[in-house]
Structure formats: structure tokens, C-alpha cells
């Protein structure tokens, strides 16, 4: 992790940051986490809610903006919740991948608490989640490849549902900001589990690789801002899908994982 680079997001975020938390500098605070880089997972989340709220003061957060994230937020106690199940799940993961899932249930749980300490009293109740799915998938905590497998799903629908909601938090920029951070590091997590179970780590045309074909609907689109992709500069069809994933609206995201949502 680069603490250089979580203090730069930090003050474009809120330039006057170092100002409103007392006696505290730019050096000062790098020092601080520095020494303490173990912490830096649990601290980041707050102190970047912290600027957030600075960032709308008194009057708070747009309706529209409160929508979004507890709906990101929904999302975010379901991956949470998947994976500190799964990393605790005697004899579930091999332990050559442990590390890996539980990287990323860190970075899932951090994503948790910095929605929940932006929104504050606003945030949603962590629903309860059966992630058999209804009985769809009653191997999800004995069997790694069941594991994986749904891992893979939440990870790709998690990075659709972010773009998805970009639009509606223009008016919102610090945020919008921060859900593309949040963004990003979804799709690292979809690239990693993808290639742990043998695909490639992009989608092509609308490849379900075993799973539900609603996750990837629509993903198969070779025609961006009017242009025609296919074909140009030699590139396939197949090539083009791979190099662009579509977003997903609320209601598409909320059918994939409702009947994970007990």
C-alpha cells in the first residue's frame, strides 16, 4: 500500500484536510502511518469519511447521493460478509489462496466502513444473507470451486453495479471520486478470482463462465459513443467486449442478488 498516494487522494478529496484535523501535517501524519502500516486499513476509511463530510459541512449529503451509497453499501455487507465467512470456514480455502481472499475480504470490510461513516445515522442495517442462494448453491462453504465461483459473480456484478450508479453521482464529485476508487479495486479483485478459477481475468462478448447469464448481460456491446469497434484497426468482436465492461442498473444488480439477501 502506498501511503503517499492514500494522503494525496485524501486532500483531493478535502484540500484544507490537514488544516481541520488538529496538529496534524501532511509529514506528520505520513510519519504517523508510517509506523503504524497495519493500521492504515482501519484508519484510511475513517479519516477519508472524515474529509467526505467536511467536503458537504452542514447540509449533507444529496438525497440522491445517500441513495447510491447505501445501495453500494448493500452490496458491500454482502462481499464483507462472503468473505469473512468463507476466510473462517475451517478446511474451505486451500492454504496456498488463503491470503488472497483474506486481502480481500480487508479490503471489503474497509469499504463497509467508510460507507457506513459517510452516511452516518443515514446508513442502512446490514441485511441477512443466505448465500446458498435459496438453495441454488448449498456447496458455497464446502466446496472451493462453488466458493470461487460466487466470489467471481459478486466481484463482477460489484464492478458493473459502481459504474452503473457513476452517472447519478455527478452532482457529488468527492464522492463520485471515491466510488471509482472503490471501483477499480473491485475490478482488481474480479481480474484475480477470474484467473484463479482458469478464465481470463476480462469478459468476452458475454461469457458466463458456469454462472448465472444475467451477470453478464448486455456485456457483449461492441458499439461505444455511436463508434463501431468491431472491425476497426483489425480488432475482433470478441476482442472489443474485452476491452469495455457495461454497467448494470439498480434493478439488474438488485435481481442478481436478491435471492442472496435472506
Do not use: C
Amino acid at each position: 500500500m502506498n501511503l503517499q498516494n492514500i494522503l494525496n487522494e485524501l486532500e483531493s478529496v478535502d484540500g484544507e484536510i490537514f488544516d481541520r484535523l488538529a496538529h496534524v501535517s501532511r509529514r506528520n501524519m505520513f510519519s504517523m502511518w508510517a509506523n503504524k502500516a497495519a493500521k492504515v486499513a482501519v484508519a484510511a476509511p475513517v479519516v477519508m469519511a472524515s474529509a467526505l463530510s467536511n467536503a458537504y459541512g452542514q447540509s449533507g449529503l444529496p438525497a440522491n447521493v445517500v441513495e447510491v451509497l447505501n445501495f453500494a453499501l448493500t452490496l458491500e455487507y454482502l462481499e464483507a460478509e462472503f468473505y469473512v465467512r468463507g476466510t473462517e470456514t475451517s478446511g474451505l480455502i486451500p492454504s496456498q489462496f488463503m491470503e488472497i481472499f483474506r486481502t480481500i475480504r480487508r479490503h471489503e470490510e474497509a469499504h463497509v466502513r467508510l460507507l457506513r461513516s459517510v452516511l452516518g445515522a443515514q446508513a442502512v442495517a446490514k441485511p441477512t444473507f443466505d448465500f446458498t442462494a435459496k438453495g441454488a448453491f448449498p456447496t458455497v462453504f464446502s466446496n472451493f470451486q462453488t466458493y470461487m465461483a460466487l466470489s467471481q459473480a459478486f466481484e463482477d456484478t460489484g464492478v458493473r453495479a459502481y459504474k452503473g450508479q457513476a452517472g447519478n453521482l455527478i452532482n457529488a464529485p468527492a464522492v463520485l471520486e471515491v466510488a471509482l476508487n472503490i471501483h477499480s479495486v473491485e475490478a482488481r479483485h474480479a481480474a484475480r478470482i477470474r484467473v484463479l478459477r482458469g478464465f481470463k481475468g476480462w469478459i468476452t462478448n458475454s461469457d458466463a463462465s458456469g454462472l448465472p447469464v444475467t451477470i453478464y448481460a448486455s456485456d457483449n456491446i461492441t458499439n461505444q459513443l455511436g463508434v463501431e469497434l468491431a472491425g476497426i484497426s483489425g480488432k475482433s468482436a470478441e476482442a472489443v467486449t474485452e476491452a469495455f465492461d457495461e454497467p448494470l442498473s439498480k434493478s439488474d444488480v438488485l435481481a442478481i442478488a436478491g435471492p442472496f439477501i435472506a
